[in-house]
């Protein structure tokens, strides 16, 4: 495969539906080591089934099969993933239910027909009624939570069969847990939505736009291009209610951070799909950064950490603050000195696990 630019040049040309046509003549033109980077590139992105199945389509169209078989043999095995995934999922929602933890899928869903390679969810239950009944019901083992694990009270588990990491979110969200009211949110305004067979409780479109603000804005400051297409397409829908979605957003200090998450994600998918998306004035004037602020790094559209997410950062711990939320404020202070940590760990073991 060419640069890692190139790369997700392709899997945006495919997964947004804009000229598949030369995308098809790239793929086309690689070796099988390059085309095995290209799948993983595309399984890291979560749009393994949004970019095959118009690559094979394309590729059959303009006459190239063996492109289209290969194609055709990916699809099969990561369907395959998912219907695993998806039943595992049922069945774990269900004894949660049962036992009286009421639960929402978060973010795993939003990339159908393609799932995250994580399961998480979001449950107002204690970690110590879910681990005992994960470990009774799955036999599921517990991995060895790390600080960031413990104070954002996540716990997650490897069950045999299973894939996918299922993470499980206690009654907070946010880095270091300091988002509780808005967590609550998760179970209040869930909705159900069927997936191949299957009905799950789902976060509101609102939460599922803050959900992916937290995850891309706040903690791993980089866009994939399921983000794109996934918030992308609950703003063509017309769905998102933007009143709701401010409210939300300025209680928990995250406006600034939702707005740019969400004019980011307009202005990249104006590059390859048409129509472009229609943004309210109250989002674009709010917004910190657009589609300019990112560039490519290893796999990753990457937003700049100086100075715009400090600037993030310190509007949410101010907001919080001004807003008397005293323990949000101080959980979120820890962020700074932990992040150091993690990044000395990185530097002199490459592994920052530990703290995150």
């Not at 997964?15 to 993983?40: C, K």
């Not at 517990?142 to 299973?162: N, V």
């Not at 397409?233 to 017309?238: H, N, S």
């Not at 490459?350 to 995150?356: A, E, K, L, Q, R």
Request: proline content about 5%; glycine content about 8%.
């Amino acid at each position: 495969m060419h640069s890692s630019a190139r790369g997700l040049q392709l899997l945006s040309q495919l997964a947004l539906g804009h000229n598949a046509d030369e995308a098809v003549a790239d793929v086309a033109a690689m070796d099988d080591q390059q085309r095995g980077r290209f799948r993983t590139l595309a399984y890291e992105h979560h749009v393994v089934i949004r970019a095959l199945q118009p690559l094979r389509t394309a590729a059959l169209e303009s006459s190239h099969p063996e492109l289209a078989e290969w194609a055709a043999t990916e699809l099969a095995a990561e369907q395959g993933r998912i219907a695993n995934a998806l039943d595992f999922l049922a069945e774990i929602c269900f004894e949660l239910e049962a036992a009286g933890c009421p639960v929402t899928v978060m973010k795993s869903l939003d990339h159908w027909p393609d799932i995250g390679n994580d399961l998480d969810l979001y449950t107002t239950a204690g970690h110590e009624q879910t681990s005992r009944l994960m470990a009774e019901r799955f036999q599921a083992a517990r991995l060895h939570p790390t600080w960031g694990d413990r104070l954002a009270e996540k716990r997650s588990f490897r069950i045999p069969g299973l894939k996918a990491t299922v993470e499980i979110h206690h009654g907070r969200l946010g880095q270091t847990g300091e988002h509780r009211l808005l967590a609550n949110r998760f179970v209040e305004r869930q909705m159900p939505a069927d997936f191949a067979g299957h009905t799950f409780m789902v976060p509101a479109p609102e939460e599922r736009v803050i959900a992916a603000t937290l995850q891309r804005m706040y903690r791993h400051l980089y866009i994939r291009i399921c983000d794109v297409l996934n918030t992308g397409t609950i703003v063509e829908r017309g769905v998102l209610d933007y009143g709701e979605l401010r409210a939300a957003a300025e209680c928990s200090g995250i406006w600034p951070g939702v707005a740019s998450y969400l004019q980011i994600v307009a202005d990249y998918w104006a590059k390859y799909r048409r129509p472009a998306l229609s943004l309210p004035h109250s989002v674009t004037e709010s917004a910190l950064m657009n589609g300019n602020s990112l560039f490519v790094r290893g796999v990753w559209l990457r937003i700049p950490v100086f100075p715009r997410s400090l600037s993030l950062y310190g509007r949410q711990l101010a907001g919080m603050a001004s807003r008397g939320d005293i323990r949000g404020t101080c959980r979120l202070s820890l962020l700074p000195p932990l992040a150091s940590i993690a990044q000395l760990a990185y530097r002199m073991t490459g592994d920052p696990s530990g703290i995150w």
